[in-house]
């Protein structure tokens, strides 16, 4: 069945380092997106993907990247990891031909010390 | 900026009762409002979406509803169980684009 998942599903890390969350999704859907969740803030989105070579920026994208080299993966890249980008980080993805819902990861526990 | 405000952020019900959640979004471009449930450590997960359209659309349990001139629109569930009891997150997005912007998020108890 086709899916998306997320890794790792846990994550504890330094200040200072860099870290990579993957997202891969087998749907063949072109839009891909990253979230953080933090209590009170709900879902925030920190930067997204139209298509193969599209990124944009979302609300908080300060401190994070991604790249999109094909349709199945959207990596997310913290430069130098600091205490605030401790957080839950779901991907999602949705079919790129109108607004419908999206399709959510499991979801990362990121936990920076 | 984009904005969608949820109403209230915390809910408990007797089960059996109803429970309403209320949002309001800020740019009238809008034209697709999704609702998302998300249980303790689960992902989110898409439950109803609603167009502009369209005023109401309904689900068994669930229904939402679309006010387009007041920037309204608002969850209903009936005969509400415990399984329940989750976070809900409305959203709203624009035609030509795929970005969402959710909601704070209302957390619904359900007692037995």
């Known amino acids: 069945d086709a899916e998306i998942t997320q890794s790792p599903r846990h994550k504890i890390t330094e200040t200072g380092r860099q870290v990579t969350l993957a997202c891969h999704q087998t749907?063949?859907?072109?839009?891909m997106f990253w979230y953080r969740q933090d209590l009170g803030h709900g879902l925030r989105l920190i930067h997204y993907?139209?298509?193969?070579?599209?990124?944009n920026k979302g609300e908080v994208s300060d401190g994070y990247s991604v790249s999109r080299s094909n349709t199945e993966d959207l990596p997310l890249t913290l430069e130098s990891a600091a205490s605030s980008q401790t957080s839950v980080y779901f991907c999602?993805?949705?079919?790129?031909?109108?607004?419908?819902?999206?399709?959510f990861g499991p979801g990362t526990r990121l936990t920076v010390l | 900026g984009e904005n969608v405000e949820q109403h209230p952020s915390t809910l408990s019900v007797q089960e059996g009762d109803s429970a309403v959640i209320k949002c309001t979004y800020s740019?009238?471009?809008?034209?697709?409002f999704p609702w998302y449930k998300q249980e303790l450590g689960k992902r989110p997960q898409l439950i109803i979406d609603?167009?502009?359209?369209?005023g109401e659309k309904k689900d068994q349990r669930i229904a939402v509803t679309l006010n387009k001139t007041a920037k309204h629109f608002s969850l209903h569930i009936t005969e509400t169980q415990p399984e329940d009891s989750a976070v809900y997150f409305c959203?709203?997005?624009?035609?030509?684009?795929?970005?969402?912007?959710f909601g704070a998020g209302t957390r619904l108890f359900v007692k037995a």
């Open positions: 999602a993805s949705s079919p790129g031909t109108s607004s419908t819902g999206q399709f």
């Open positions: 609603i167009r502009s359209n369209v």
């Open positions: 993907s139209y298509g193969v070579h599209d990124t």
């Open positions: 740019d009238s471009a809008s034209n697709y």
């Open positions: 749907w063949n859907h072109n839009n």
């Open positions: 959203a709203a997005s624009k035609p030509g684009g795929f970005k969402t912007i």
